[in-house]
C-alpha cells in the first residue's frame, strides 16, 4: 500500500520561503516519476513541478524560478522549496506519484499519477 504524508504547510508572508515535505512509503522515489499539484477555492487544480526518476525537472509556467522539486532517496522523502511567494500562491499543496513512466506532456495532468498525499494548506498573506 503506498502512503504519502505531507508537512511544512503553513502561513508566510509575502516574499517568504517555505519548504513542503512529503513522506512516502510502498514506493521507491529514486524509480519514479513525483509531482506536486495545487488547489485554489474556486479553482481546478493545477500543476506545479515534477521530477522524473532521471532527475529531468519540469514546472508549471507560473513558476518562474521560484520553485524547486527535489528528494531525498535515502529518507523516500519528496519537497518542494518555494521561494518568493505571493498570495497567488495560496492553496492546498499535494504530493503525488505515478505508477508508470508519462511522457513529458502527460505529466503535467493530475490524471497521470496514482497515489497522493493529504494535501497542505499554504497561505501567503501579511
Known amino acids: 500500500q503506498v502512503q504519502l504524508v505531507e508537512s511544512g504547510g503553513g502561513l508566510v508572508q509575502p516574499g517568504g520561503s517555505l519548504r513542503l515535505s512529503c513522506a512516502v512509503s510502498?514506493?521507491?522515489?529514486?524509480?519514479?516519476?513525483v509531482g506536486w499539484f495545487r488547489q485554489a477555492p474556486g479553482k481546478e487544480r493545477e500543476f506545479v513541478g515534477a521530477?522524473?526518476?532521471?532527475?529531468?525537472?519540469y514546472y508549471g509556467d507560473f513558476v518562474k524560478g521560484r520553485f524547486t522539486v527535489s528528494r531525498d532517496n535515502g529518507k523516500n522523502t519528496l519537497y518542494l522549496q518555494m521561494n518568493s511567494l505571493t498570495p497567488e500562491d495560496t492553496a492546498v499543496y499535494y504530493c503525488?506519484?505515478?505508477?508508470?513512466?508519462?511522457?513529458?506532456?502527460?505529466?503535467?495532468?493530475?490524471?497521470?499519477?496514482?497515489?497522493w498525499g493529504q494535501g497542505t494548506q499554504v497561505t501567503v498573506s501579511s
Open positions: 521530477r522524473r526518476s532521471n532527475n529531468a525537472l
Open positions: 510502498g514506493r521507491t522515489l529514486s524509480t519514479s516519476t
Open positions: 503525488a506519484v505515478a505508477s508508470g513512466s508519462p511522457i513529458s506532456s502527460v505529466l503535467r495532468r493530475a490524471s497521470a499519477y496514482d497515489n
